[in-house]
């Protein structure tokens, strides 16, 4: 069966803390993706990696960096956690495919003081 | 530029009538649609999808309807259950890589 893991379900840090969010996948997709999910606004594309060390950014990079050192870790940093960025993260996996069909992790509710 | 647009934020409806959730879109060039749902405190799960050779795509209580001359699809969902109070949201994929979200609709189903 499909699974996609994150590290954290819920996680409170203090702004200007260093933050590390950790997704894992177990179906050796080439394709790993951060969101971040508001009310309103739908799920919005941070970073996206098609390979190992590779990534590219998405619609809202600003602020966030990412690390993708082996094909099932992909990892998001908050270099320096702002209270804006207070949100639901999920990160998701696929294979490079014309559906596009993603699979998403339970995500992470963060939450910045 | 929102490419895929979900207009309702919200929809209540009864319990075993139909829900019909709406998504427009604006790329002509989208040739792929995917609906999500999603419950509060968990990821997106992929529910359905539709390739534009179709109009119609059936799923037991789920059926997807694509408008592509009205750049628009629905999600009729038929009865609606309780278990069907969630978000959807309707997608397209862009590139080779990406998928391109509407805002979501928030579907509560009312005994």
């Known amino acids: 069966d499909v699974k996609v893991t994150q590290s954290s379900r819920y996680l409170v840090k203090r702004t200007g803390e260093k933050v590390f969010l950790e997704c894992v996948q177990d179906m050796d997709h080439e394709n790993m993706f951060w969101y971040r999910q508001d009310p309103g606004l739908g799920l919005r594309l941070i970073y996206f990696s098609y390979d190992v060390k590779m990534k590219e950014k998405g619609d809202i990079p600003e602020g966030y960096s990412v690390s993708r050192e082996k094909k099932e870790r992909f990892s998001l940093i908050l270099e320096s956690a702002s209270t804006n960025q207070t949100s639901m993260y999920l990160c998701?996996?696929?294979?490079?495919?014309?559906?596009?069909?993603?699979?998403f992790g339970p995500g992470t509710r963060l939450t910045v003081l | 530029d929102q490419q895929v647009k979900q207009n309702s934020p919200s929809l209540s409806v009864q319990e075993g009538r139909i829900s019909i959730l709406n998504c427009d879109y604006t790329n002509s060039m989208f040739d792929y649609f995917l609906w999500y749902k999603k419950y509060p405190a968990e990821g997106p799960t992929f529910l359905i999808s539709?390739?534009?050779?179709?109009d119609k795509n059936e799923d037991g209580r789920f059926t997807v309807f694509l408008n592509k001359s009205a750049k628009h699809l629905s999600l009729h969902i038929v009865p609606s259950q309780p278990g069907d109070s969630a978000v959807y949201f309707c997608?397209?994929?862009?590139?080779?890589?990406?998928?391109?979200f509407g805002q979501g609709t928030r579907l509560t189903i009312n005994p």
């Open positions: 997608a397209a994929p862009q590139g080779a890589q990406k998928l391109v």
């Open positions: 539709i390739s534009s050779i179709k």
């Open positions: 998701a996996s696929s294979f490079p495919r014309d559906s596009n069909e993603q699979f």
